[in-house]
Antibody, heavy 122, light 107 residues
Framework: EAQLVESGGGVVRPGGSLRLSCAAS????????MSWVRQAPGKGLEWVSG????????GYADSVNGRFTISRDNAKNSLYLQMNSLRAEDTALYYC???????????????WGQGTLVTVSS | DIQMTQSPSSLSASVGDRVTITCRAS??????LNWYQQKPGKAPKLLIY???SLQSGVPSRFSGSGSGTDFTLTISSLQPEDFATYYC?????????FGGGTRVDIK
């Protein structure tokens, strides 16, 4: 069965950086697009970024564009999110989620990790 | 960006009730609409994709309908394990967007 396990969250000061990782298993990772979705405490879901199966195409929400970078290493079955210039409003639980197809824009999120918490605070 | 508006934002219902949640898109999205269920402290779970297709393993009391801008998630007979928050999500264009959620709790 597919499994996604996020790591790398923690407490960081405003303006700081953090790198999240997501380890995938139980499915052919390099066949599928992947995304990061976040949820601020007590709030709804927000798509953050997505990447196609081969890493050739990426996309970002306006709120993180220019500050966050998504990447993947298919040889390691891993997804990453480099987060720079962090702000208080980036505080959230960050989920990695797999798309139902090769392109992150299409389809739906069929598998989700348990999330990793990022807290931006001075 | 496509805005997704869910209504109501919360509702109270009893076991056995028929529950309907509505999701409206700010522009036409064909059938590129998905529904998720989230329980407290848990990751979202896919229920319905492409507006009306039931995800494998999801009970048949859940159903989805609609196309264009107006969509509906229906729970035909609410069960105790269905008390949760439900989100719609469009996959018609980026940025991918979610509705604000509908919390279903016990009356």
């Amino acid at each position: 069965e597919a499994q996604l396990v996020e790591s790398g969250g923690g407490v960081v000061r405003p303006g700081g950086s953090l790198r999240l990782s997501c380890a995938a298993s139980g499915f052919t990772f390099d066949d599928y697009g992947m995304s990061w979705v976040r949820q601020a405490p007590g709030k709804g879901l927000e798509w953050v970024s997505g990447i196609n199966w081969n890493g050739g195409t990426t996309g970002y929400a306006d709120s993180v564009n220019g500050r966050f970078t998504i990447s993947r290493d298919n040889a390691k079955n891993s997804l990453y999110l480099q987060m720079n210039s962090l702000r208080a409003e980036d505080t959230a639980l960050y989920y990695c989620a797999s798309s139902s197809g090769s392109y992150y824009k299409l389809g739906y999120f069929d598998y989700w990790g348990q999330g990793t918490l990022v807290t931006v605070s001075s | 960006d496509i805005q997704m508006t869910q209504s109501p934002s919360s509702l109270s219902a009893s076991v056995g009730d028929r529950v309907t949640i509505t999701c409206r898109a700010s522009q036409r999205i064909s059938s590129y609409l998905n529904w998720y269920q989230q329980k407290p402290g848990k990751a979202p779970k896919l229920l319905i994709y492409a507006a009306s297709s039931l995800q494998s393993g999801v009970p048949s009391r859940f159903s989805g309908s609609g196309s264009g801008t107006d969509f509906t998630l229906t729970i035909s007979s609410l069960q105790p394990e269905d008390f949760a928050t439900y989100y719609c999500q469009q996959s018609y264009s980026t940025p991918l967007t979610f509705g604000g959620g509908t919390r279903v709790d016990i009356k």
